[in-house]
């Protein structure tokens, strides 16, 4: 293990393909036994930028070091040192629970004498103890995910890399498989999760909010939420929604305005004068209001937040 305490070490990494700049001049560091997220919509950035740090491909310039060792010049080293999951799950659908354990433990290079202690350990990780000669075909999403986790873990690598291993289970595994990193983060491993789901956000020690390739915001999910103070959200209700965005879009006072749920959740920089404001004006256009009420932002207000000011920074 290298010395300083960081599990990950990016500077100035860059990752083109052609003219398109996929990760554009990226800077960050994540210590041991952190849980690392790396938030944004597909197309940001956070895929490559994973396979960057896994070895899996050659960054354009800049430096990256995963476990003290370079991306550029060790990528053999680096994937005897991390796990890796990706939302395509790289399991074997024809093969069963066990089959795939015991190919996963071969490929990772398992000393034999620890095999069944560390196959033992993920069928009980992934609770699947009972189902060990299933076909791997036949179970959900759910299992599926944990499988993969267990079958990534198996050499008990320092440092996990997931990327999008959420993606497409269900809300109930969702939350289970949060449980299982943060166990693994407990006994000090150091994950590094993508994700597009913003609640997700709130599992993670930290983040780094990508888009366009560049990370627009690095912190905890409360310093994120922080960085809104200067604004107050409210969350506003009517019979109309659409027409009472359209009305209160380009009020004064009103920064952003966008649709959650059968609400709108709208951004304004004075609380008193706005909200007043704001029940005059869909009352001279006969819009009833239902409610109207200050909330805390949540990370996806935060996030559309963000991305707004890019967009207008751009603009």
Known sequence: MNGNGWGVEIHDLVKTFGSFVAVDHVSLQVPKGEIFGFLGP????????IRMLCGLLTPTSGTASVNGLDVATQPEEIR???????????????L??????????????VAREVRAQRKQYVLEMANLTGRHDALTRTLSGGWKQ???????ILHDPPILFLDEPT?????IARRAF??????????GHTVFVSTHYMDEAEYCHRIALMYRGKVIALGTPAELKHGLDTHFLLNLNSAEPLETMRAVESLPGVLDVAIFGRGLHVMVDELDATSA???????????????????????EDVFVALIEAEERKAA
């Not at 597909?42 to 930028?49: F, H, V």
């Not at 944990?146 to 990534?152: H, V, W, Y």
């Not at 990193?181 to 407990?186: E, G, M, V, W």
């Open 42 to 49: 597909n197309g940001a950035g956070k895929s490559t930028t």
């Open 80 to 94: 005897k040192n991390i796990g890796y999951m990706s939302q395509k799950f790289s399991l074997y659908d024809d």
């Open 96 to 109: 069963t629970v066990d089959e795939n354990i015991d190919f996963f433990a071969g490929m990772y290079g």
């Open 146 to 152: 944990r499988l993969a986790l267990g079958c990534a």
């Open 167 to 171: 993606s497409g289970v269900d809300p």
């Open 178 to 187: 949060w449980g299982l990193i943060h166990d693994l983060s407990a006994t």
């Open 277 to 299: 404001r704001i029940r005059e004006t869909l009352a001279g256009k006969n819009i009833a209001v239902e409610s109207l009420e200050r909330i805390t932002p949540s990370m």
